[in-house]
């Protein structure tokens, strides 16, 4: 009981902007390297190793918490996303965080607020074909978050590897100077990538949701044995993923990883991102892996 107050009381909950900065300000006079891990809370050991790597390379780790409004279309999950601070912040201590920075959404978006980012060509395909609006929210949230708690580092996961690719652009588009840190997809042992999104997944539908795994591995083992064809790959796995009743495909694609352009033939020396998102049901999950020929 004595440890737990201790660890509470180790801990920073930051819900204000003003005095982020100030602490970040602070920090900075110290010659603290500050690192940063964005996240929209209900943590899972994905987050947690992104907030591991993040300790490894700075001094002082901020881990955000903020369920970004701007990034849901309003027929999306944005109300019933999972919230839970006091759990978020025992594990992220756990992880070695150092503050939390959890704001409000009056505090990000006051009243007169008129600004977004927004990164082109990129967004379009893939996930931006069916959420049209969703990294201009993911971009904007994170170009106030860097400018909030001022890091020298940010850590984001390969789980959304279209969003660190449009991160990393605007990073170098927009000149912030931060070192942008993409880390390695964590998954269930089952090969199930983690996602706070998975507690909406009942007993059969998580059996199920394996199948993104399953066809990821599929495309590697076809690659593996020599096939070349794009078209090929994309239809067995469409095929085992249909074998599964409570699963429908939005899309899979074999794109190059720093274009996002579709790959028709895949030649030897080169890498490949096979990405893909399938609804579970109502929960719609995202899952990908980069194959190097
Ligand atoms: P989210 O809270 O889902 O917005 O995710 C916050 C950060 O954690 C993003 O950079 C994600 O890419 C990353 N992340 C989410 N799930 C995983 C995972 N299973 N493995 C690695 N990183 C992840």
Do not use: W
């Not at 180790?10 to 982020?20: A, C, D, G, N, Q």
């Amino acid at each position: 009981m004595l440890f737990q107050t201790q660890i509470d009381l180790k801990m920073r909950v930051i819900t204000k902007v003003k005095e982020m900065q100030k602490v970040a300000d602070e920090l900075r006079k110290e010659g603290k390297i500050i690192g940063v891990v964005p996240t929209m809370g209900y943590l899972h050991e994905g987050h947690l190793s992104l907030i591991r790597i993040a300790k490894e390379k700075s001094d002082v780790v901020i881990t955000t918490i903020f369920v970004n409004p701007l990034q849901f279309a309003p027929n999306e999950d944005y109300d019933k996303y999972p919230r839970d601070l006091e759990r978020d912040v025992k594990l992220a201590q756990s992880a070695g965080c150092d503050i939390i920075f959890h704001p409000s959404v009056e505090e990000m978006y006051p009243e007169n607020f008129l600004t977004y980012v927004e990164v082109e060509k990129l967004t379009k395909v893939l996930e931006g074909e069916f959420r049209p609006t969703h990294f201009r929210g993911v971009t904007t949230v994170v170009a106030k978050l860097f400018n909030i708690t001022k890091p020298h580092i940010a850590v984001f996961g390969q789980k959304d590897a279209q969003q660190a690719l449009i991160i990393k652009q605007m990073v170098r588009d927009l000149n912030f100077d931060i070192e942008i840190i993409v880390a390695p997809i964590v998954r269930e042992s089952d090969g199930l990538a983690m996602s706070s999104r998975n507690v909406y997944l009942s007993e059969s539908e998580r059996k199920d949701a394996t199948v993104l795994y399953q066809s990821l591995k599929l495309a590697e083992k076809l690659i593996e044995e020599s096939e070349r064809n794009s078209g090929v790959i994309i239809s067995k796995m469409e095929e085992l993923i249909k074998s599964k009743p409570t699963a429908k495909i939005d899309y899979i694609a074999i794109v190059d990883p720093n274009t996002l352009e579709k790959v028709e033939n895949l030649s030897e020396g080169k890498e490949y991102l096979i990405a893909l998102a399938v609804r579970i049901g109502s929960t719609r999950l995202i899952d990908n892996t980069l194959v190097k020929i």
